[in-house]
Structures are given as structure tokens and as C-alpha cells.
């Protein structure tokens, strides 16, 4: 009895010291974080082995302290031992494999994000929820079909993918996505905006949205993904937060409908008051984010001023927040500098729309 304490104090001792590793590595990186894991665990399954396996070799073990192991025969269990060394070994080759691929997926059906897909087997359709290797197969296990199911890093790419939420079909991403949602209030000019930027068109059935890869400064690709939020759902903070994507969009477009601003409300049709969209907006990104009060977004926003063309006779300026201060929307113009870090102004149109995505690109 004593000693089965002893066992599982060292055992907890170890597991404390890889918890303690891991915190200390976090801020590194990832990778060294998981390597550690895996490292702490063979140091685990070692000591394990140190500490119990001379008992029972000695005949001692098996006759009075372990009962339940005893119908597992020695041999049996030394294979799975070393099984389980190998597995841990192997997922170490899988997160160096997978250190410059995309280990995440953003479902284009319902918005989750994930980096664990359902696994499907190409044989008889059965669906795994994780594969990884383990003593139970250090490179492959078997399916009841028959099929042997890679479970490596390498092999599991080559296997269909499906959303761990809505089931959809993904192919496994090749280069990273990000979501930027054009928000702004009823009729302000969002989907024009959206139009008339170079982006294709993607209808999934529950949601449509608009794509584009875009080079970044490094040369490197990325999947950017336009969403548009209905002016409808600036009623309420609450109607904001069905729209999942805002837990981890890359950035903002604003679009600012010129006749909404102070100045040139006599020409508007619509009744909201700017400054309560972006309220709206705000204390929706806060709950989501959960932002402590007073501190400020940090995803790259875009306020971008809509049907400027139309208006000749009001003094409206484009590419500066000048324009909307000299126009009575300094609250508004306030706000954005105390709730957000990232902000630039601009003004719709063929060209600066396309500048527009690519300036929250280089900021995600
Ligand atoms: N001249 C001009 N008209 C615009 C511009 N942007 C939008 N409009 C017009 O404004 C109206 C509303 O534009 P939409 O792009 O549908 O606005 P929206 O924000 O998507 O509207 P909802 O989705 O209904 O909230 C349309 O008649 C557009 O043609 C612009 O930059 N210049
Ligand atoms: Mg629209
Ligand atoms: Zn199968
Ligand atoms: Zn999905």
C-alpha cells in the first residue's frame, strides 16, 4: 500500500515538473511547450517503468501487490511500454513536421475555428474524433473495416476532414485564413464596399461570404475570408453575437455612411445616430473578447466613409478623421481613438478598397 503511494507521488512530482516546464516555456513558443510534454511524458513512462517493472520481474509484485495487472502477461505489457515510448517519439516528428504548415481550420459553414478535424476513414465512412499515436498504434490503428487509419502527422493529411461542429467537409488548409467583418449600420454601403473590392463570392448553404488571398510583406499567402454584418443586427448587442466570427476575426471594416454623419443628416433617410452603431459594436467586441472596461481593441479597423461621391455641396474630407470632427461627429471621432489601437480612416472606391484589405492584412 505504501508503496503505490510512493508510485503516484512521483508520478505527480514528475507531472508537477513537466506543468512547471511548460508555464515557463509558454511565452517561447508553442512548440517547445508541446515538445516538453512530450519529453516529461517519456521521462513519466521511464520512471514508471524504473520503479515497477524490477518488482515484478522479481516475482514479488505479481503475488501480492498488483492484482489487476496480473492477467496481463509480462511480456505484453514491456511491448506496450516501449509502444508508448515510440508513440510519443512519433508525435515528436509530427509537431516538427507540422512546424511551418497551418495546424488550424476556419469552417466556411458555420465560422469555427478549429485545429483537431474529424478524421474520416476512406474505406467504410466511420468517423474519428482524434487520432494520435499511442500504444494502440504508433503509426496507424486499425479501422472495424479493416483499413489501417494513419494516425501520423504526415499520414493524417491525406485523410477527408470534417468540421468538429456542423460536419461540413474541409479540405485540410494549406496556408492560413482570417476573417475581417465589414460591420457599419443599416444601408450604410456594406455590401457595395464588398462588391466593389476584387473578392469571390462563396455560398455555403447557412452563410455566404467573400474571398481573397492576399501576399503579406514576407511573400507568404493568406486566405482572407469578408463577412458582412447585417444592418439589422445593430438593433441589438445581442443580435451582434450570434455571428460567431467575431470570437476571432482578424480585423474590421467600418464603413461610415456620409449622410449619417452630423452635418449632412438633412439629406439621410436612415435614423440611427453613428456614434450608436459603433457603441453597439463595441460593447458587443467586449463581452466577446471579454475586454476589461477601458481597454481598447486591438484588431485593425478600417473606418471608411461611404457615398462621399454624392455629397458636393458639404465640406466633407476624405482619409482623415478631420472630416467627420468638422462635421459634428467629434464623439464619434473620440470614441474610436479611446476604444480602439489599430485605426486608420479612408474613403470607398475602386482602388482604396483594395488598399483597405490589403492595410488590414499587413496589421492582422
Ligand atoms: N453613390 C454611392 N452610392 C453608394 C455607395 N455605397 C452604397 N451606395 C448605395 O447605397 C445603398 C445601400 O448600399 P448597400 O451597399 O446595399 O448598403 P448595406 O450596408 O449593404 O445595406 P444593408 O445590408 O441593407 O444594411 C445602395 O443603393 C447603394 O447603391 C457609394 O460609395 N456611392
Ligand atoms: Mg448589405
Ligand atoms: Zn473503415
Ligand atoms: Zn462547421
Not at 471594416?253 to 456614434?275: C, P, Q
Request: charge should be positive; charged fraction near 25%.
Amino acid at each position: 500500500m505504501l508503496l503505490i503511494i510512493k508510485e503516484f507521488l512521483i508520478v505527480l512530482l514528475l507531472f508537477a515538473l513537466v506543468k512547471v516546464a511548460m508555464v515557463i516555456f509558454r511565452p517561447v513558443h508553442e512548440i517547445i511547450s508541446s515538445i516538453t510534454l512530450s519529453i516529461g511524458k517519456g521521462v513519466i513512462y521511464a520512471a514508471t517503468a524504473v520503479i515497477v517493472l524490477p518488482k515484478k520481474i522479481s516475482g514479488k509484485a505479481s503475488v501480492n501487490v498488483s492484482e489487476s495487472n496480473d492477467d496481463i502477461p509480462f511480456s505484453e505489457r514491456i511491448n506496450k511500454f516501449f509502444k508508448s515510448i515510440a508513440a510519443e517519439a512519433v508525435k515528436l516528428i509530427g509537431i516538427v513536421y507540422m512546424h511551418n504548415k497551418v495546424s488550424y481550420s476556419i469552417c466556411p459553414n458555420c465560422f469555427t475555428k478549429y485545429s483537431e478535424p474529424r478524421y474520416v476513414c476512406p474505406k467504410c465512412g466511420t468517423v474519428y474524433h482524434s487520432l494520435e499515436p499511442s500504444n494502440n498504434g504508433v503509426f496507424s490503428i486499425e479501422c472495424s473495416c479493416g483499413y489501417k487509419i494513419p494516425v501520423t502527422a504526415y499520414g493524417k493529411r491525406k485523410l477527408k476532414t470534417l468540421c468538429p461542429t456542423c460536419g461540413n467537409e474541409n479540405p485540410i488548409p494549406e496556408i492560413e485564413s482570417f476573417v475581417i467583418a465589414v460591420i457599419g449600420g443599416r444601408g450604410s454601403g456594406k455590401s457595395t464596399f464588398i462588391e466593389n473590392s476584387e473578392l469571390s463570392k462563396i455560398s455555403t448553404g447557412k452563410e455566404v461570404f467573400y474571398e481573397t488571398i492576399i501576399e503579406d510583406e514576407t511573400g507568404k499567402e493568406k486566405h482572407i475570408m469578408v463577412v458582412e454584418t447585417e444592418g439589422k443586427d445593430f438593433i441589438s448587442s445581442e443580435n451582434l453575437k450570434q455571428h460567431k466570427y467575431y470570437e476571432y476575426n482578424s480585423g474590421f471594416i467600418f464603413i461610415i455612411d456620409a449622410f449619417s454623419v452630423g452635418s449632412a443628416k438633412n439629406f439621410n433617410n436612415e435614423t440611427y445616430i453613428l456614434s450608436d452603431v459603433l457603441d453597439t459594436t463595441i460593447l458587443n467586441l467586449q463581452k466577446n473578447y471579454n475586454l476589461k472596461p477601458g481597454e481598447r481593441i486591438q484588431k485593425p479597423t478600417a473606418f471608411v466613409l461611404a457615398k462621399s461621391d454624392m455629397l458636393d455641396n458639404v465640406n466633407i474630407k476624405k482619409e482623415s478623421p478631420k472630416f467627420l470632427i468638422e462635421n459634428g461627429e467629434e464623439v464619434f471621432v473620440n470614441k474610436i481613438h479611446n476604444n480602439f489601437t489599430t485605426y486608420k480612416f479612408f474613403k470607398t472606391g475602386l482602388k482604396e478598397n483594395q488598399e483597405i484589405i490589403n492595410w488590414i492584412t499587413r496589421n492582422m
